[in-house]
Every structure is written in C-alpha cells, then in structure tokens.
C-alpha cells in the first residue's frame, strides 16, 4: 500500500538542541569542570577540554545547521562565563552570546535559549549550590542581567534543563556534582530549581509579554515489569520522583513546556535495594535497545510510543503548547539512528493528529559532544566528530533530518 509522508502544522520549528558546557569548551569556572578533574569521576578519565570549540567558532556549526535547512536551534547559556564572580558580569561574555544569537538569527534559526543546564559557577557551588537557601534569588539576577543584554534577541526561553535529573543524579545517586547521595536533599535541590524557575519566568514576563518562558522536563516512562502490585507501587514511586513532583509544581507557572524524552524502563519490586527505592530497572529481552553503551550496558530501551505517551500526558495534564527540547539516541555508527528518528517522529506526529499541540522538535544533537559523566564514550551527533582534528561528518540521520526538515514531513514508519 503507497503510503503518504506525515505532514507537520505549517510553521513547525525543525531544530538541534546543545548545552554550553557540552559544545563550547575551556568552561574552567564551572563546578562540573572542577569534578571532572576528580579521578574516576568521568568515564576512561575524559574531560570536557575543548569540547566541540564553539566559544570560538559555533559559527561553522551554525552553517551546518543552516545547510541542513534547520529552522531552529536550542542552546544555553553559561551561567559562569556571564556572572564569574558574584555579583560581577562579564561584559565580552555577553557579547560573545549575542553574537551567537544574532548568528543564528541571520541564518534563519529561531534561538530557544536555556538559562540553567546542570552547570552553575564555582562561587555559587562554594555557597551550597541550589541547596542554598538564596540560590533561586541569585538565578533571578542572573537572568534579569541576561534579558537585558540579550532579550531582544530570543523570546522563547528555557529556564531550567532537566531539575529532576540534575537533583537526582547530582544529590540522591551522587554520580554528578556535588556528589551527594540523599534522597531529602534531592527533593529539597528540586523544589529550590522549581523555585528559581518561578523567580525566572516573573523577570522574564516583566522584559514583555512577547516572551514564551517554559522548563525542559526530561519524561522517563516507568512501566511496571508485572501487573503484580508491588511492581506497580514501585513504578509509581519512580514516576513521582522524576515525573510527578516536577509536574505538580508547574501549574500556571509556563507559556510552553519543554519535553526531554528518550526511552523507557520496566520496573519491579527489588526487596534488596532499599538505596534505590527498592526496584530494579531493566529492559527485559524481547523489548529493542540501544547499543551497548560505554559502561557496558544499553543507554536504554528505543521506544516510540512513549514519546506519544509522554506528550499525551503533558498535554492532558498542563494544556500548554509543547515543544520536545531533545530526543535523540547514542549511536556511533549510526546503526539505529535514522530509524529511531523517524519512529519517534511518526509518534509526535500522531499526538498532533490527536490534538496535542506541538510547536517544535529540537533532536539531540547537532554534533557528537562531551556526555557527562559518560564523556566522549556516547555519540549523539547528527554529525561525527573527529576530536584529534575537530572535523565533523555528516551522518546517513544527519541527512535524513535534513530532508525531514526541509519538507515538513517525515517518512511513514517502515520506510528505512
Ligand atoms: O546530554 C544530555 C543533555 O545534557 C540533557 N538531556 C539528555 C542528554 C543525553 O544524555
């Protein structure tokens, strides 16, 4: 049967997403720079270095993504560069950022711009962090300078990446900074974001109502393993923690919100594991997967429908226009990538047949970056990158989004 190509709503944003401390490179003044130096804190040792050199030259990536015919790109700001001592803001780093947005203003790009993405200054680290009673007021300086400087250029904003993940991994696992493992101070650590985020979009809506202010929410789905009580129990205590307490704090408090989805885990009851919330995350055999990761296990489950799931439930839930601020899969080969693209597309695709407003998909990401705590061992990138000489190759997906972008429509399902 001939199928047609799914047509997105006119006007839909066709973008990347990066974050600063990932592409830009020499972030010396961040705390995660500080704990990347830390032996065995980051996969084989790696450090974010230069990272992808884009403090010096995003521009060529910006060409990239206007080659590719790309509409839109998400990228942060950091925090450290613009406010290096408290109180005191950089004025050449202002400059460089607004370089930058009118860079991708000139090449037709709408910039998201993020304000917090798991990095914050060393001075601010020093003082607690966001565990700090006065860290919420601090951001709301922060962004105030921000919109000052650079608000006629962007009026979609990101206050705050992904607070569940950065409170957990940061404060109950401790495999980020600072290396806490307690389950009250990763709730507190997520009530003080969602605080700053509140304190934000207030500065934010007082520089005009023109601007569009949300959060991105990274959405895991945790499914039962069993329908046997105990597993479901613990499913939703896993939901509660990543999904709901974020949730249940935004009423009102967003013109958009931002959907981070990748995959999924299944969940059962672990009578062993009290220090994880007495469950076990798996992805059972017959479910596909990711390719095997650095540490030797799948970055997770490739599951399509939960991006129809995650966006069904925003939806019913905040009534709010949505855009999905990443997606995107590690796949050095590029095996799985162009599939998983348009599987995941064909999903958004149906949650807008269904009614769900989506504005915008940003995929993750542009070019293969600094992961974290999993350094350079997961490969993101629409493009490869070389980083013995910085050259970047254009993966088979990279032209595939490119493709998709340029006619508003994407592959049905099965096509690859
Ligand atoms: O690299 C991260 C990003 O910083 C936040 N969301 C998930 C991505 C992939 O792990």
Not at 67 to 90: K, M, Q, V, Y
Not at 124 to 145: K, M, N, Q, S, Y
């Amino acid at each position: 049967m001939y199928r047609q190509p799914l047509r997105f709503p006119a006007g839909f944003l066709w973008g990347t997403a990066s974050s600063a401390h990932q592409v830009e490179g020499d972030n010396w003044r961040n705390q995660w720079w500080e704990w990347e130096q830390r032996p065995g804190a980051i996969w084989r040792g790696d450090t974010s270095g230069a990272a992808c050199g884009w403090w010096h030259d995003c521009e060529a990536d910006f060409d990239r993504m206007q080659a590719l015919g790309t509409n839109a790109h998400r990228l942060s700001l950091e925090w450290s560069r613009i406010e290096p001592e408290d109180g005191h803001f950089d004025a050449a780093a202002l400059a460089r950022y607004r370089a930058m947005l009118i860079g991708l203003q000139r090449r037709g790009l709408v910039p998201m711009v993020t304000l917090h993405h798991f990095t914050e200054p060393q001075w601010l680290a020093r003082r607690g962090g966001w565990r700090h009673r006065a860290t919420p007021e601090r951001f709301a300086r922060f962004v105030d300078v921000v919109l000052h400087q650079l608000g006629d250029l962007c009026n979609l904003w990101c206050t705050i990446n992904e607070p569940s993940v950065y409170a957990v991994l940061g404060y109950a696992l401790g495999v980020w900074p600072p290396g806490v493992r307690s389950l009250p101070a990763s709730i507190h650590v997520v009530r003080q974001l969602l605080r700053g985020h509140r304190h934000a979009v207030q500065v934010i809506h007082a520089h005009g109502t023109h601007h569009q202010v949300g959060l991105a929410h990274h959405t895991r789905i945790y499914d039962p393993a069993t329908p046997g009580k105990r597993d479901v129990l613990v499913s939703l205590l896993y939901d509660f923690f990543a999904n709901g307490i974020v949730l249940r704090a935004l009423g009102g408090a967003c013109d958009f919100i931002g959907l981070n989805y990748y995959s999924r885990d299944h969940v059962s009851f672990d009578a062993r594991a009290p220090h994880r919330l007495f469950a076990r995350r798996f992805i059972p055999e017959r479910f596909a997967r990711s390719d095997l990761g650095v540490l030797g296990e799948p970055f997770g489950e490739i599951y399509p429908a939960g991006m129809e799931r995650a966006l069904r439930r925003l939806w019913h839930r905040l009534r709010l226009p949505i855009y999905i601020t990443e997606t995107g899969l590690p796949d050095a080969h590029d095996q799985q990538r162009p599939r998983f693209l348009i599987e995941h597309l064909a999903a958004i695709h149906r949650a807008c047949a269904a009614g769900v407003d989506v504005r915008g998909v940003f995929v993750w990401t542009l070019v293969d970056n600094f992961e974290w705590a999993e350094g350079w061992g997961q490969r993101f990138g629409l493009y490869a990158l070389d980083r013995a000489t910085g050259a970047r190759r254009l993966r088979r997906s990279g032209a595939l989004y490119a493709a998709i972008a340029r006619a508003n429509a994407c592959p049905p399902p099965g096509t690859l």
